[in-house]
């Protein structure tokens, strides 16, 4: 008999201890100390920042590589385009969604709260211009529906290219809401986080007019845009000269520094020119190749360039780095 009562008494136990558990489960398992919002000028500094070096980053490996500005010595399956494989950059995608997820954090609290309300125009402004990029990369894409969890949407729908840029809520519609908002604004709160032009709204202004041209003449074989484009060109407030260029400067150290600046020196070295860069460059005289890479060999002769053929077999073929040009101190050593 005593076995049973020890049984029931078990029972009781556990059933209080599950009670008690979940009674408060949610105030147990909430840490105190983590943030649950974050300011919206903490949030645009990160997403200017990341957004910028992340796809810096892309555009000096994926973009270098499939473009042939550069070859890799080694590990270089993306240069021999082995797509499915890339050992190297090649995946934007997340990149654009975290960054546009952040965005969509700041656009929603520009309109919940009248302190907050500087950062709508400049996030829909970004909003466009991060959109952008990404159609024109991949074409139809998750859009009206992204982000939407909340809501129950964790497949959301792919939507159209064209549709991205031309309907309501689209790059084009942005743009335009995001030039009203800031005209509109009455507001003495200045735009903190503001990493590209210091809280000068103007700029944004300047920024959402040139986004507008490139995607109006992004557009143009499928939409007569002539209108328009010519509206802009008249109305002049648009980014006309390169004191205005939406720019964030790396700093030599960190955490505002460049990427490649932080590789080992083995890893950085497995960039040279590529033998497509050096005949265009050379063949037009251009100036740049001083800046955008180094004499073969580093060995300081301004005019002794050399470039590697793109998609070389590394395992079956043998290299030495002192016979190619390294990339310019731009990318590492002098990327402030």
Not at 148 to 162: H, S, T
Not at 244 to 250: E, K, S, V
Request: proline fraction near 3%.
């Amino acid at each position: 008999m005593k076995y049973i009562y020890k049984y029931y008494f078990l029972i009781a136990f556990i059933s209080i201890g599950i009670t008690s558990c979940t009674a408060d489960f949610e105030e147990i398992n909430t840490n105190s100390n983590a943030p649950v919002t974050v300011q919206p000028s903490l949030l645009l500094r990160q997403v200017i920042y990341n957004y910028g070096e992340e796809m810096s980053y892309e555009g000096f490996v994926a973009g270098g590589l499939l473009g042939q500005h550069m070859t890799a010595l080694d590990f270089n399956l993306f240069d021999r385009h082995a797509l499915k494989s890339p050992q190297l950059g090649g995946d934007p995608w997340p990149i654009f969604y975290r960054n546009l997820r952040d965005n969509e954090l700041i656009l929603n609290q520009s309109r919940s709260s009248e302190a907050f309300k500087v950062y709508e125009g400049p996030a829909l402004i970004f909003k466009a211009c991060m959109t952008a990029a990404l159609t024109d990369i991949y074409g139809d894409v998750p859009y009206n529906e992204a982000f939407r969890g909340l809501d129950g949407i964790v497949q959301p729908k792919y939507d159209l290219q064209e549709d991205i840029y031309l309907q309501e809520n689209g790059i084009l519609d942005n743009l335009d809401k995001g030039i009203a908002a800031i005209e509109n604004y009455t507001g003495s709160i200045t735009l903190d986080g503001d990493v590209l032009y210091n809280g000068d709204l103007q700029a944004w202004v300047r920024l959402a007019n040139s986004l507008k041209i490139k995607a109006l003449v992004r557009i143009s074989d499928k939409e007569n845009i002539s209108t328009r484009l010519q509206e802009l060109y008249d109305d002049g407030n648009y980014i006309a000269d390169n004191t205005q260029n939406a720019i964030f400067n790396f700093t030599d150290s960190e955490p505002n520094n460049f990427r490649m600046a932080r590789l080992r020196a083995g890893d950085f070295n497995n960039f040279v020119m590529s033998e497509t860069m050096e005949e265009i460059l050379e063949g037009l005289n251009d100036a740049r190749i001083d800046i955008l890479f180094r004499p073969r060999g580093n060995n300081g002769n301004g005019d002794d360039y050399e470039g590697l053929l793109n998609g070389i077999d590394a395992s079956s073929t043998s290299v030495s780095l002192a016979d190619y040009s390294l990339a310019g101190t731009i990318f590492r050593e002098n990327t402030g």
